[in-house]
């Protein structure tokens, strides 16, 4: 059974302090890792696939990493407007090619002015 | 969000009814799916759809059912609410099998 794991459940750090979160999983199969930002009220909003261990991607303050067991979300002096709770998916398929995402519990992190 | 509606934004019901909650996409998209999202739990998926007519289930389905007649409409229906299905809902879109999943704001389910 695919699982995903995240922690911290959640982080405070004060603005231009850098941290990263940091997801664990375990699937049969990767297909892709996805990285989501949820807002309070709102649906969540892609940041990242990541398909194989050693990519990095990159948006803004944001870099995601992958290795073959966790994926890191490194945030490299963050603002208040980073504030928002981050997800973490891997990938299973389904039927004629339909992505199911396995999602962790996310982070919730705060940015303090 | 453009491109994907979700119907009603909240909605407060007695448990035992029935209940649809609607998810509209303009994007032509083939792929649309039906999250809940609930504390300690995280997103599960409770259904999908891979075209017009065909839909298949995820992990959390039982009490759920969905039905696609047209490209565009997914529907969510709980034949007979329970507490237990209090919940967000959640509507997700895809074009294929590569493409990340777009989602809706969400609609807030109360079953009292």
């Known amino acids: 059974e695919d699982q995903v794991t995240q922690s911290p459940e959640a982080l405070r750090l004060q603005e231009g302090e850098s941290s990263s979160l940091n997801c664990s999983y375990t699937?049969?199969?990767?297909?892709?890792l996805f990285w989501y930002r949820q807002d309070p009220g709102k649906g969540p909003e892609f940041l990242f696939t990541l398909y194989s261990a050693g990519e990095e991607k990159e948006k803004e303050r944001l870099k995601a990493t992958l290795t073959k067991k966790e994926s890191f979300l490194h945030i490299t002096a963050p603002k208040p407007e980073d504030s928002a709770t981050y997800l973490c998916?891997?990938?299973?398929?389904?039927?004629?090619?339909?992505?199911?995402?396995?999602f962790g519990q996310g982070t919730r992190l705060t940015i303090n002015p | 969000d453009a491109g994907i509606t979700q119907s009603p934004r909240h909605k407060v019901t007695e448990t035992g009814t029935p209940v649809t909650l609607r998810c509209h996409q303009t994007e032509n998209h083939r792929y649309m799916y039906w999250y809940r999202q609930d504390p300690g739990h995280g997103l599960r998926l409770i259904h999908y759809?891979?075209?017009?007519?065909?839909?298949d289930k995820g992990e959390v389905s039982d009490g759920y059912s969905v039905s696609r007649s047209k490209t565009e409409d997914f529907l969510l229906t709980l034949e007979s609410a329970t507490s237990s299905q209090t919940s967000v809902y959640f509507c997700?879109?895809?074009?294929?099998?590569?493409?990340?999943?777009?989602f809706g704001n969400g609609t807030r389910l109360t079953v009292t």
């Open positions: 759809s891979y075209g017009v007519k065909d839909t």
């Open positions: 997700a879109i895809s074009p294929d099998r590569r493409a990340s999943l777009h």
């Open positions: 998916a891997v990938q299973a398929v389904g039927e004629q090619g339909a992505q199911k995402l396995v």
């Open positions: 699937v049969s199969g990767l297909r892709g």
